[in-house]
């Protein structure tokens, strides 16, 4: 690993620090170098606040020293005014000569425009360096910019013997399949997504509350598809502790692509990433429209004589690992 790939995989590492709270912006990190030494740190802080360079720059004691810096950068630095001045601008006012940029900002309101304002300031620039690490840092964000849709992680656990339920069941709650960890690594990554959604019938049969109560975080936005509307207000997941939308039949048309209409939806409300929890119909209906992303599959220790079947889908696997007595298995949609 060269002396750029360090200090961008360090930018990796920081930005990270941003995940679940700078949507719709990109988690970014930062850092400053001079004479081999870093001199300041920064990721992007909450939507509406300084970006990761900002916050970079800022915390640099002696900024005299900047004219004799590099600064190291995830995403390309921006060029246009939004929330905050573009980055690009205050690189230049504080006369920092070297830029190195993990990948391009492929968005149309930047798109190497910032990487222009910056040669034609005279900075030295280089692209490129964990290109590809930085590109799967930032899914979530070139996914709604360049497919105009969020970035759709499915989530379900099934049996050793492939059932995502059993056929019948006696109260109206879940029906545990994996363990108390991979319940609460769940939960942590409901908190890093802007939104979940499920179908009617997970909602009637289990009644789920769908926030973070064993984890620390924002509760993401309750979605859920009820063509009829005849879910009962008393339900949890219309309590007040997160927003709730309702896909029925007022607001979408059920004779033609359920998913597609709903990413649209998502992505006009400026949704970028969605995790969907069921039940297995509303699963399989994204898979077979071709609406996702990254699968996170559960299989429990448990084994039911009878039941709903789980999803299949056709996907690479690239991680596997064990939970206690369950294994994850992580997929991508090629």
């Known amino acids: 690993m060269?002396?750029?790939?360090?200090?961008?995989?360090?930018c990796l590492e920081i930005s990270k620090n941003g995940?679940?709270?700078?949507?719709?912006?990109?988690?970014?990190?930062?850092?400053?170098v001079h004479n081999n030494k870093i001199i300041g740190e920064g990721y992007t802080s909450a939507y509406g606040g300084n970006h990761a360079e900002v916050n970079a720059i800022n915390s640099v004691l002696n900024k005299d020293v900047l004219k004799e810096a590099t600064i190291y950068?995830?995403?390309e630095p921006c060029s246009h005014y939004g929330k905050t001045p573009p980055c690009s601008d205050l690189i230049?006012?504080?006369?920092?000569?070297?830029?190195?940029?993990?990948c391009i900002d492929d968005n149309e309101k930047v798109a190497g425009k910032g990487i222009k304002k910056l040669k034609e300031a005279g900075c030295h620039v280089t692209v490129g360096v964990l290109e590809k690490e930085c590109k799967t840092h930032h899914k979530r964000f070139f996914t709604f910019h360049n497919k105009k849709r969020p970035?759709?992680?499915?989530k379900w656990a099934e049996t050793n013997n492939g059932f995502i339920a059993p056929k019948t069941k006696n109260e109206q709650k879940p029906v545990w399949i994996t363990n108390s960890y991979s319940r609460q690594l769940v939960h942590k990554w409901r908190t890093e997504e802007q939104a979940i959604l499920v179908g009617t019938n997970t909602v009637l049969q289990d009644n789920p509350t769908l926030n973070v109560r064993d984890w620390t975080g924002k509760n993401p936005t309750r979605l859920v598809i009820d063509k009829d509307e005849k879910l009962p207000k008393k339900l949890n997941i219309f309590n007040a502790e997160a927003e709730t939308i309702v896909f029925s039949k007022n607001n979408i048309d059920f004779s033609k692509n359920i998913g597609l209409q709903i990413c649209n939806a998502l992505y006009n409300m400026?949704?970028?990433s969605v995790i969907i929890e069921?039940?297995?119909k509303t699963l399989q209906t994204f898979i077979d429209d071709n609406l996702w992303d990254e699968a996170r599959v559960f299989i429990g220790p448990t084994t039911f004589l009878d039941g709903i079947k789980a999803p299949k889908l056709k996907g690479t696997l690239i991680s596997e690992e064990k939970i206690e007595s369950d294994r994850l298995n992580i997929y991508i949609n090629d």
């Open 73 to 75: 950068v995830t995403l």
């Open 278 to 280: 069921g039940g297995a």
């Open 270 to 272: 400026e949704i970028n």
């Open 92 to 102: 230049i006012k504080h006369n920092i000569p070297n830029i190195v940029i993990g």
């Open 19 to 32: 995940l679940g709270n700078t949507r719709p912006n990109p988690m970014v990190g930062s850092v400053i």
């Open 151 to 154: 970035y759709i992680i499915l």
């Open 2 to 10: 060269n002396i750029h790939e360090t200090y961008i995989k360090r």
